[in-house]
Every structure is written in C-alpha cells, then in structure tokens.
T-cell receptor, first 113, second 109 residues
Framework: DTGVSQDPRHKITKRGQNVTFRCDPI?????LYWYRQTLGQGPEFLTY????????KSRLLSDRFSAERPKGSFSTLEIQRTEQGDSAMYLC???????????FGPGTRLTVL | RKEVEQDPGPFNVPEGATVAFNCTYS??????FFWYRQDCRKEPKLLMS???SGNEDGRFTAQLNRASQYISLLIRDSKLSDSATYLC??????????FGTGTKLQVIP
C-alpha cells in the first residue's frame, strides 16, 4: 500500500496523559499536513510541513500540541496533558510541493477519558 | 460569517436522480477548490479538483463561480454507493486549506 499511513488507528487515554501519533506520507510527497476532525464537522487545519520545515501552524493549536518532521519523511504529533476536549479524529495528509491536492491517511481516533 | 459554508443536509434522493450541492467561501483571494467524499468513520477521499471554470468526471460535475464565491457539485444518475458526506475544501493560500462541515447525501432505493 503506497498511501498515507497513520499509527495507531485508535488510542484511548486518561486525561492528563501524553500521546504521540505517527504519520507516514506518500513517499514522493514532501508536504505533510495535520488536521483534527470532530463529529459533524469538517477537518480543521492544525499544521503543515514542507520537508522538515514547519511552515504554518493554526492559531487554534494550543501549546500542548507539538508536531515534528525531523528528516522530512514521517511526522509525529504529540499532545501533552490531554483533555477530554482533545477527543477527535486526527488526520494526516500529504501532497506534492507543486500541487494542491491532498491525500489523507486513515486517521487516529483519540478518546480521552 | 464562516470561511467555508455548506448546507449540512441530509439530502435524501431516489436512485437515478440528479442532485446538486453548493459551497460558499468568504476569502476572495482563495486559489484552489476541491470536493472530497467522506464515508462514515473513514478519511476524506479526493473526488475532484476545481481550478478554473469547472470540470467533469463521469457523473460528477464541479463548477466554480468566482464572482459569487461559490463552488458546486452536481451528481447525475445517483447510485446507492454515492451515499456519503461531501466536503468542499478551499485553499486560501500558503497551503492553508479550510473545509466546510460537509453535506450528507443519502440515495434511496
């Protein structure tokens, strides 16, 4: 499968714990995006990388959220001190540098108890 | 006003019908536009890009009206398998893509 992959697919955690998600983009894509989606809403932009550089970050993203893409390949999204309001589907997408079309991974569904 | 607005529906249509959805956007500088399909508890899948005056792919036609700041999606000869949520997405520049809340379509036998 050469699509975007995400791990884990599901994560249940207790409030206050830290969680980390991984995204592996399509191999020839150098742009990578993170989104959050809650029930009945469209995906909400969180952040964007071109290669290893984080070029855009949503103002809605609190300091508890951090994302990295150290070698310009896979990316991780960490949430510290999780809150119940963090429960959502976290989606990763990737695209070519010269194109706008984004292709999504299957998502990580986070439940914070 | 929301940046990208869609009628949430649901649109309940019989098989074989033609159905159209609209999506309005507020940022006149928006550069590119997309329609995605999302099945329940799955990721969005790119359906069509809409770059200029519109495009067609089989039973699906997308149109862009820059003057009125909306895009539309027309589905002809609806199939049961078309039942899904249709998300419009707008690239406002600098790779910031804003999605609408989606329009739910249910095709009825």
């Amino acid at each position: 499968d050469t699509g975007v992959s995400q791990d884990p697919r599901h994560k249940i955690t207790k409030r206050g714990q830290n969680v980390t998600f991984r995204c592996d983009p399509i191999s020839e894509h150098n742009r990578l995006y993170w989104y959050r989606q809650t029930l009945g809403q469209g995906p909400e932009f969180l952040t964007y990388f071109q290669n290893e550089a984080q070029l855009e970050k949503s103002r809605l993203l609190s300091d508890r959220f951090s994302a990295e893409r150290p070698k310009g390949s896979f990316s991780t999204l960490e949430i510290q001190r999780t809150e119940q309001g963090d429960s959502a589907m976290y989606l990763c997408a990737s695209s070519f540098a010269g194109g706008d079309e984004q292709f999504f991974g299957p998502g990580t569904r986070l439940t914070v108890l | 006003r929301k940046e990208v607005e869609q009628d949430p529906g649901p649109f309940n249509v019989p098989e074989g019908a033609t159905v159209a959805f609209n999506c309005t956007y507020s940022n006149s500088a928006s550069q590119s536009f997309f329609w995605y399909r999302q099945d329940c508890r799955k990721e969005p899948k790119l359906l069509m890009s809409v770059y200029s005056s519109g495009n067609e792919d089989g039973r699906f036609t997308a149109q862009l009206n820059r003057a009125s700041q909306y895009i539309s999606l027309l589905i002809r000869d609806s199939k049961l398998s078309d039942s899904a949520t249709y998300l419009c997405a707008v690239n406002e520049g600098y790779q910031k893509v804003t999605f609408g809340t989606g329009t739910k379509l249910q095709v009825i036998p």
